[in-house]
């Protein structure tokens, strides 16, 4: 049973509501950085903690905070990226769901150590009962003296803000994100200028996601030192994973990452095996932009060692034979999924969230999702499968943002490690309609139901 | 005439006052959910107009805000909007199926709506609740692990809500 940070008490009951939180501990780490600590001191915590960007960049979150600029006079602002897109993931909504507090403690420190005194949470759309929720938690913490003017008498004055996105993946990237809270299109800003020069209306801005916010709590608490010793190397503390796909139990769980791959799993603590006895085939680790891994690279790196869950063990191997720890979106396909049919619905969905600026997404994304369509539906030739190969060559690292590269990974990934499957659609084109093309060389060794 | 009652009016100046002075623009987006759950599910050019004049920006800038974020209905919908997501997880677990039997339940194609203005079928890509798939949203909630039998259901409780509403 690994250590919990942030779910540890999302169970207890009530602890939505101030009381029972404050009563659990709550809102300590906002006494302690605010009347013992300088704003540096917090962000030199953070460092040392070795906090990574729980978005799916896992950039140090510390690092992010040391660049914002502090020009005279300027207001500067802190944004809270909820606007959780990725397909596969689903974490942040459940933290915001069932312990709305520690987010907002966890954005009221912050605020403090970047100097925000109007602090915004975007959160996507879709999620409208949330706000109501966050707007609860906010007007608690306000009656309680933790925001508004001269928070718990420190002179500190910070207001918390929720805004809801209305529909668009691409509002994720925090320079896109910026835009849509100022009211445009969510269309992302070339960089530089980064956000922390120049972001908000022009201002200074720091975009962290909920759990980044959320795990600054026990950073404070505990001290950096205490949450860098959790974890392996450089996955530091815990992460929200959210499983979904053919597993037994799908859901959130909050792991620390030294748990091998196999174990997340086929443990009943966590997924609980695949249903009704079947096999895994194939999953996607870290969100749907990551790559696709069979099974045999999932549970194993290439050298044969043990795959765990953290960012380095994810990623072993380069994209050759690894993939990434991405927003913790963990999507296990079994031995009844068409990779082909997955790969098609991801194309699609990349297509639909492109936001046109660029043409080699715009019309690359669209262009892929056509041609694995055709493959889908036995109509392709051979030829579509190095097409395929050579559009999303094209698009990766030619957008002004990271959505062309996400939507040409799992493409990539996906003929890198079944280009059988694509070739089997091709030569057995109406056989592939009426079954799937199931395991192959790349099934789990390991698991073999009896 | 599209006028939003003095009670909404506090509420779009409250969220005006959210963003920095000048910036009023910001709260477009805010501003927008607020019309469409107003002004009949839907933005009409009328209503769209109304939305830029209250934060005296032009109407283009109303326009292409609306188009670009698939939340806003820049035609009119049925009173329950069905939006079925299809990506990636939804669809490993069976979304088709669901979209598909709605759509013969109901006779209508997704992006339709029925004769009697009721139900409009949309698909939806990630709604970030794929270990609770198949799902759907309505209004401002998820249904969630949906089956035939769910959908039935949801479909008889839409219904008897509308007709206790007439």
């Known amino acids: ?72 006079g300027v207001p500067r ?47 996507r759309g879709e999620y409208a009962w949330i706000p109501d929720i966050l707007e609860q938690a906010i007007a608690e913490a306000k009656a309680n003296g933790f925001l508004g003017k001269n928070i718990l008498g420190t002179g500190f004055d910070c207001e918390i803000y929720v805004h809801r996105g209305a529909g668009a993946y691409i509002c994720g990237e925090e320079t896109a994100l910026i835009e849509s809270l100022e009211g445009k299109r969510g269309n992302p800003r070339i960089k530089p200028p980064f956000p922390a020069i120049k972001g908000a209306w022009g201002r200074p801005t720091v975009v962290n996601n909920v759990e980044t916010l959320a795990a600054v709590v026990p950073i404070i608490n505990e001290g950096g030192e205490e949450f860098a010793k959790i974890g392996v190397g450089k996955s530091t503390g815990t992460k929200l994973i959210s499983a979904c796909g053919n597993i037994n139990k799908p859901g959130v769980y909050e792991i620390d990452m030294t748990i091998s791959v196999e174990e997340f799993i086929y443990s009943d603590e966590y997924c609980g095996g695949i249903p009704n006895g079947k096999r895994l085939k194939a999953c996607i680790p870290g969100g749907s932009s990551v790559p696709i891994l069979p099974a045999n690279l999932l549970l194993k790196t290439a050298k044969g060692e043990t795959r765990y869950m953290n960012y380095e063990s994810l990623s072993d191997g380069g994209f050759a034979t690894g993939s990434m720890m991405g927003s913790g979106g963990f999507i296990v396909l079994d031995e009844d999924q068409c990779v082909v049919r997955n790969t098609y619905s991801l194309a699609r969905f990349y297509r639909h969230e492109s936001c046109g600026q660029c043409s080699p997404c715009r019309e690359g994304t669209g262009w892929m999702e056509k041609v694995l369509l055709r493959l889908e539906k036995g109509e392709g030739k051979i030829s579509d499968i190095d097409l395929l190969w050579d559009i999303q060559s094209k698009i990766e690292g030619n957008t002004i943002c990271p959505l062309g590269d996400a939507a040409s990974w799992p493409v990539a990934a996906a003929i890198r490690h079944f280009r059988d499957e694509f070739e089997w659609h091709v030569t057995h084109a109406a056989e592939a309609q009426t079954r799937n093309y199931g395991l192959a060389h790349y099934a789990d060794a390991i698991h073999v139901p009896v | 005439m599209v006028q939003f009652s003095e009670d909404k009016l506090a509420k779009v100046n409250e969220i005006i006052a959210r963003y920095p002075e000048g910036k009023q623009k910001s709260a477009l987006l805010p501003l927008l959910h607020l019309a469409q759950e107003n002004f009949g599910g839907w933005l009409s050019a009328e209503t769209m107009d109304y939305v830029a004049s209250l934060l005296q920006i032009e109407p283009i800038e109303v326009y292409e805000v609306a188009t670009f974020y698939s939340m806003y209905n820049t035609n009119p919908v049925g009173k329950y909007v069905f939006e079925v997501c299809q990506t990636g997880p939804c669809m490993l677990n069976g979304s088709d199926n669901i979209i598909a039997y709605i759509s013969q339940t109901l006779g209508i194609k997704p992006g339709e709506t029925t004769a009697d203005g009721l139900f409009t079928l949309k698909t939806a890509e990630c709604l970030g609740a794929c270990g609770y798939a198949p799902m759907m949203q309505l209004g401002k909630h998820y249904r969630e692990h949906l089956t035939k039998e769910k959908v039935d259901t949801i479909i008889a409780e839409c219904r008897t809500a509308a007709a206790a509403n007439n």
Request: with cysteine; proline share 3%; net charge neutral.
């Open chain 1, 77 to 123: 602002h802190l944004v809270c990226n909820a606007d959780e897109s990725e397909p596969g993931t689903f974490k942040d909504r459940y933290l915001m769901e069932f312990i709305p507090h520690l987010l907002i403690e966890g954005l009221i420190v912050a605020s403090y150590a970047l100097g925000s005194h109007d602090t915004y949470i975007y959160i």
């Open chain 1, 1 to 72: 049973m690994g250590r919990k940070l942030l779910l540890e008490k999302a169970h207890v009951e009530g602890i939505r509501y101030f009381d029972v939180y404050r009563r659990e501990g709550g809102y300590r780490s906002v006494e302690k950085a605010l009347k013992t600590m300088t704003q540096d001191e917090i962000v030199e915590e953070v460092k040392k903690s070795g906090l990574r960007g729980r978005g799916g960049a896992g950039f140090p979150a510390g690092m992010k905070w040391g660049f914002i600029a502090k020009p005279e």
